[in-house]
């Protein structure tokens, strides 16, 4: 089973899923790896990694694929080197191997069933969302990041979301009876 994308495109499905693996206190080892979906009949590779609390799912396109198969990445794959223009995935006995170029990395693949992924999603999403508002990524990290609490041992945050492209208001922390504020404003989404 062998399927060939793009390096850049691996790449950008392994690091906007990494972070939502979890490696210290796994409950389940699975949590560990990134679990990729190869549709050779679409032509499409879907990276997805959870850790208990949060969820990443990721598309891309395929250049080659002999078949349809699913695999465990680890999220610590080696940088991608200069040069290297395709990413190939090719599952062989139970180990993944991956080439970038003259690069060659292995992953044994754990044992076990994914978690179901799009079932969950589907409980979540069969209600209407209260609200789908249009907000630059950038814009909306960077007031994150400066929203962490940080004398909490978990940042938490409150967010006021109202129309589509109204503000939204970021609440963190309360010091003397005032609240922190960050305010990211919306952008017209089209739909």
């Not at 250049?63 to 062989?92: N, Q």
Request: hydrophobic residues 40%.
């Amino acid at each position: 089973m062998k399927a060939i994308l793009d390096a850049k495109e691996f790449k950008r499905l392994i690091d906007n899923t990494k972070k939502f693996t979890r490696w210290e206190d796994a409950n389940n080892k699975l949590m560990q790896y990134i679990h990729v979906i190869v549709d050779a009949k679409s032509m499409e590779i879907k990276a997805e990694a959870l850790d208990g609390y949060r969820i990443s799912i990721e598309y891309g396109k395929l250049m080659e694929a002999d078949e349809s198969f699913s695999c465990f990445i680890s999220p610590k794959i080696p940088v991608i080197v200069k040069g290297a223009r395709h990413a190939e995935l090719e599952l062989v006995d139970k180990k993944l191997l991956i080439r970038l170029g003259e690069f060659i990395v292995g992953c044994v693949q754990p044992e076990g069933e994914y978690f179901r992924v799009d079932e969950e999603l589907a409980k979540m999403q069969k209600d209407a969302p209260i609200k789908t508002i249009g907000i630059n990524a950038t814009y909306l990290e960077d007031a994150m990041k400066a929203a962490k609490n940080t004398e909490d041992w978990q940042p938490v945050i409150e967010m006021d979301v109202r129309e589509p492209n109204e503000p939204v208001i970021i609440r963190s922390g309360n010091r003397q009876g005032k609240q922190n504020l960050k305010v990211v404003l919306g952008v017209k989404i089209n739909h």
